[in-house]
């Protein structure tokens, strides 16, 4: 005899209301509901910590049939709060799958929803905007749940970072992935054939596979929380700053802004996503939220000083205001979707920054190159 499927409900902060299947934990959740374009790769989606504080519907129609496994993930844990899909696939069909994907969620105590007309949901969020929202499989009235979309915090004003960020600091030694296992950095010493650079990771929400791009490129890495002074940053003597991705609203990360201020100048920094964003903010910029934001693998960006077009991986919600940062950086990267500031370089420093992810995971590795230009930086300033 078949189980029982318990019914849930995605309730919109504007009063739109989706009835589906609840898969993942039994319970209720709210947050800013946001859709991600990626075709594969939803684990690393889950366990991205620049997905606090939200919803993520999936636009890829299957999901789960790859299961779920140790080495995918992007942080210690899934920080998504609700997982909306159109057709959920229980039983995985992968040999590196331990555990199916409902199952996961359960024991994540995330709730998820399926078998909803996702595309119709899409078009309402690009139409309306991102926007708040409930996902119950407890609580099944509508009108209720509506009401408290509503009540839900903007993410306008909430610093998210403070969730995510380490309590310590700590050394990752881990290489990029391969069959069996990640190249170590022994290994990838002996390649690059220099002694390895020291930099400094601010810990914004910062994913694994962006240490582990670092470490491949010769870098030997200490993440530190989002909220360590620049001068004990800088009294580790390292080669290089790097300033992480990470949730929420950048002008909302206390201190990060004046701590990256007092960095520049004095050692070679980049930025990525939410780092970028704080960089534009302690150029003495502003940040403005999207109307649904990007998220997904398939971004176009040009680079305007080789007119090179890369496919790129992003997901954030908030943007640099290009006319705001007056003549102090050069905007050097656009998104050719809406024309927003997608990258900066500062003028007469060794800083630059990108909206967008080039460590992937998932998505193209079209920008990875971006990790070496780093590396160049430091071998100058040395």
């Known amino acids: 005899m078949a189980r029982a499927v318990p019914e849930a409900v995605l309730a919109l902060a504007d009063g739109t209301v989706f009835r589906g299947r609840a898969f993942g934990a039994v319970g ?21 910590p620049s997905y606090e504080g939200q919803l993520v519907a999936m636009t890829y129609p299957e999901i789960g049939n790859v299961g779920v496994n140790r080495e995918d993930v992007e942080s210690r844990r899934p920080f998504v709060r609700g997982f909306v899909v159109r057709e959920y696939r229980e039983a995985p069909s992968s040999w590196r799958a331990e555990q199916s994907l409902g199952d996961y969620l359960a024991h994540w105590n995330i709730p998820g929803i399926e078998g909803i007309d996702t595309r119709a949901l899409v078009r309402h969020l690009r139409d309306h905007g991102a926007q708040e929202a409930v996902l119950s499989s407890v609580d099944l009235d509508a009108e209720r749940l509506v009401r408290r979309a509503r009540d839900t915090p903007s993410m306008v004003g909430q610093d998210l970072v403070r969730r995510v960020t380490c309590e310590e600091p700590y050394a990752w030694e881990e290489g990029p ?16 054939g220099r002694p390895a650079f020291k930099v400094v990771a601010y810990d914004f929400g910062i994913k ?3 240490l582990r791009n670092l470490v491949g490129v010769g870098c030997a890495v200490r993440v530190v929380p989002a909220a360590t002074p620049a001068r004990d940053v800088l009294a580790l003597q390292p080669d290089g700053v790097f300033l992480s991705n990470g949730p929420g609203d950048p002008d909302a990360v206390a201190g990060a802004p004046e701590n990256v201020a007092g960095l520049l100048g004095r050692v070679p920094v980049f930025g990525i996503c939410l780092g970028h964003q704080i960089l534009g903010l302690a150029l003495g910029g502003t940040t403005s939220k999207l109307k649904f934001g990007h998220h997904g693998g398939n971004q176009p960006v040009q680079d305007l000083a080789t007119g090179k077009v890369e496919i790129t991986s992003q997901n954030h919600g908030f943007v640099v205001d290009m006319d ?31 909206q967008y992810h080039p460590e992937a995971s998932p998505g ?7 990790f070496q ?8 300033s040395r």
């Open 208 to 210: 694994y596979n962006i």
């Open 364 to 370: 193209p590795h079209d920008a990875r190159y971006l």
């Open 177 to 192: 992935w391969k069959l069996g296992g990640y190249v170590t950095a022994d290994e990838i010493a002996a390649v690059v």
């Open 28 to 48: 209720e959740t709210a947050g800013e509901l946001v859709f991600n374009t990626s075709m594969t790769g939803y684990q690393e989606i889950l366990t991205d």
């Open 324 to 354: 705001s940062l007056g003549d102090r950086a050069a905007v050097t990267h656009v998104n050719l979707n809406d024309q927003t500031v997608e990258g900066l370089a500062v003028k007469g420093q060794p800083t630059f920054s990108v």
């Open 373 to 380: 230009r780093f590396v160049a930086l430091m071998e100058r």
